[in-house]
């Protein structure tokens, strides 16, 4: 089976804070794709990557970057958190095709 | 006209009822058909995959797929309270190599 991995499953952090959230996956697989999940607006494409030290915006990049350093390891990053970056925090990984995505648990991100 | 449009529900229906999820698309270069269920504070589990069009079974889950209505369908049969979650499609194709989520329906099955 898929392994996908998140971090942390809660976490809060003040406003201007940097925050890192990891994702890591144990079956090679090439992509790796990051979103948010917010009620009524439903999943969000933030960055995606399909190879090492490669990526690629997604739909609502600003206020995030990311790190792709080993294939198995993905990282979206929070430069100065703000309140409207409270949501939930899902990570994904594929093989070959970008469109079988297999999804960790989440993080939900809270930030006061 | 938004690109994956899902019924907003919620649904509530009775165990053991068939329950029939929908999704309707614009986008005709999508290919690639996709069912994710959603238990509350998890993460989306990849349920059903298709490639162009027809059906696909697995268990008391069916896929449907109708490229020329642009319409997919997810058929549960038998429905469990087990089965209570949020159904998200998903689709993707051609030259945007991203999958495009509906916004997902929340399916209550009551024992």
């Known amino acids: 089976d898929v392994k996908v991995t998140q971090s942390s499953r809660y976490l809060v952090k003040r406003t201007g804070e940097k925050v890192f959230l990891e994702c890591v996956q144990d079956?090679?697989?090439?992509?790796m794709f990051w979103y948010r999940q917010d009620p009524g607006l439903g999943l969000r494409l933030i960055y995606f990557?399909?190879?090492?030290?490669?990526?690629e915006k997604g739909d609502i990049p600003e206020g995030y970057s990311v790190s792709r350093e080993k294939k198995e390891r993905f990282s979206l990053i929070l430069e100065s958190a703000s309140t409207n970056q409270t949501s939930m925090y899902l990570c994904?990984?594929?093989?070959?095709?970008?469109?079988?995505?297999?999804f960790g648990p989440g993080t939900r991100l809270t930030v006061l | 006209q938004k690109e994956v449009e899902q019924d907003p529900g919620p649904l509530s229906v009775p165990e053991g009822a068939i329950v029939s999820l929908n999704c309707t698309y614009s986008?005709?270069?999508?290919?690639?058909f996709m069912w994710y269920r959603q238990y509350s504070r998890k993460g989306p589990e990849l349920l059903m995959y298709?490639?162009?069009?027809g059906n696909k079974e697995d268990g008391r889950f069916t896929a449907q797929v109708d490229k020329s209505s642009k319409y997919i369908s997810l058929f549960i049969r038998d429905s469990q309270p087990s089965d209570s979650a949020t159904y998200l499609c998903?689709?993707?194709?051609?030259?945007?190599?991203?999958?495009?989520f509906g916004k997902g329906i929340t399916l209550s099955v009551r024992p």
């Open positions: 986008n005709s270069a999508f290919q690639y």
């Open positions: 994904a990984s594929s093989l070959m095709t970008p469109y079988t995505q297999y």
């Open positions: 998903a689709m993707g194709g051609g030259a945007n190599s991203k999958l495009t």
């Open positions: 990557s399909y190879d090492v030290k490669m990526k």
């Open positions: 079956m090679d697989h090439e992509n």
């Open positions: 298709t490639y162009s069009s």
